[in-house]
Nanobody
């Protein structure tokens, strides 16, 4: 069982930056692929980024955030971080931290979800 708690959301201006953190409970954190999804008002939840459990530095990003967002993890602290730069108003969404057994862009591949944290980007 893994519990995920996000922090770091808030309000930013377009072009600015925010950093989201996710703290995970459980002793098997390093065995999970970790990622982030987001859901904007009135839209489907979508993949943002993921970090491999097996291969250090292997990551996946949605095309919409590639080059602007980075994902990193610290297996000693059981944390995963999403650094968001050059924010756009369309990045406004609730961001969810996820953990799963596959490095995937699909929601159904992630077994554990955080409660979400709001990110709002003003123009």
């Amino acid at each position: 069982q893994v519990q995920l708690v996000e922090s770091g959301g808030g309000l930013a201006q377009a072009g600015g930056s925010l950093r989201l953190s996710c703290a995970a409970s459980g002793r098997t954190f390093s065995s999970y692929n970790m990622g982030w999804f987001r859901q904007a008002p009135g839209k489907e939840r979508e993949f943002v980024a993921a970090s491999s459990s097996r291969y250090t530095g292997v990551t996946r990003f949605a095309d919409s955030v590639k080059g602007r967002f980075t994902i990193s993890r610290d297996n000693t602290k059981n944390t995963v971080t999403l650094q968001m730069n050059s924010l756009k108003p369309e990045d406004t969404a609730v961001y969810y931290c996820v953990a799963g057994s596959a490095l995937s862009r699909e929601q159904h591949d992630y077994d554990y979800w955080g409660q979400g944290t709001q990110v709002t980007v003003s123009s």
